[in-house]
């Protein structure tokens, strides 16, 4: 079983970058498909990057696309988001998750198969 913390998150202006980190623990991240989610207040969990166990394929929401990037270190354990040119209703905490119950070659932005969550990091960014 994999444990999941996020990083990384913050107060940044509208334009600016971050980038979330998502450090795995208790087992290799090579054994799961990847996603990042983020809620804003008073609306519900949404979808914002996914990656496969390969690596190979990505997929993104339309909100985020080419401005948000997913990757991932395996050498040490952790996801990332990189995350540009901001905008106010990218706010929002964003969690990162894992799920070892599709196949390698996929990817998915479906939650529900999503099976370890993280805490969550705050993303505020002001215009």
């Known amino acids: 079983q994999v444990e999941l913390v996020e990083s990384g998150g913050g107060l940044v202006q509208a334009g600016g970058s971050l980038r979330l980190s998502c450090a795995a623990s208790?087992?290799?991240?090579?054994?799961?498909?990847m996603g990042w989610f983020r809620q804003a207040p008073g609306k519900e969990r949404e979808f914002v990057a996914a990656m496969s166990r390969s690596t190979g394929s990505t997929i993104y929401a339309d909100s985020v696309r080419g401005r948000f990037t997913i990757s991932k270190d395996n050498a040490k354990n952790t996801m990332y988001l990189q995350m540009i040119s901001l905008k106010p209703e990218d706010t929002a905490v964003y969690y990162c998750?894992?799920?070892?119950?599709?196949?390698?070659?996929?990817?998915?932005?479906?939650?529900?198969?999503?099976?370890?969550w993280g805490q969550g990091t705050q993303v505020t960014v002001s215009s």
């Open positions: 998750a894992a799920t070892d119950r599709i196949p390698v070659s996929l990817v998915t932005a479906t939650q529900n198969w999503y099976d370890y």
């Open positions: 208790g087992r290799s991240l090579n054994y799961y498909a």
